[in-house]
């Protein structure tokens, strides 16, 4: 069911330092994009295009951040989440659901204004995923 690899998440606590590093030692500054603050996921977030995947660097934004309590437990960051493309986000839903695999919440616009959705990393093997629509409309 699952598709392409869209990201490979990685948690920060200094994403201007994660930046850098990608900047200046591991990437080139072209594939590193500029911080993008995403309220209502609690997160911001820098992209580095890889050619044939994308990291995404993830710092927390607000009160609530859901990586604030992953930063306590990995103090200096980690990997995070790896997300994967499926053509409709609502027949994949039912499928893990269908497989006993815990849903977190609802879909929501993620950072490339597409529908996401996270699965629980204690029903994927340890690893937290999430699924993105491969377009704003289904099929
Ligand atoms: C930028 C927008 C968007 C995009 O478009 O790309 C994003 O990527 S936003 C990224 C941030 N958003 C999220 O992570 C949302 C989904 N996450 C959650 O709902 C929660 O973080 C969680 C996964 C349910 C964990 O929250 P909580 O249960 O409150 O924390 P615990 O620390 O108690 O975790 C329970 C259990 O799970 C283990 N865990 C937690 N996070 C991860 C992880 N990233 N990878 C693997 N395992 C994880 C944690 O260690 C606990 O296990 P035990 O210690 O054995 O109890
Ligand atoms: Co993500």
Redesign the pocket.
Known sequence: MIGRL??I?I?TPDLQAAAQRYRDCLASPAQVSAP?A?PE???T?VFVDTGNTKL?L?EPLGEQ???A??L??NPEGG???L?FEVPDLAVAITTVKASGIRV??EP?????G?P?V?L???DCG???M?L?QTSATAG
């Open positions: 869209n990201h998440a948690a993008l995403l996921h609690g997160v977030t995404e993830l951040s859901p990586i309590k992953f306590e437990k990997l995070h989440h997300c977190l919440g929501r616009i993620g950072a490339h597409l996401v996270f629980h990393p204690k340890g690893v937290l999430e993105e």
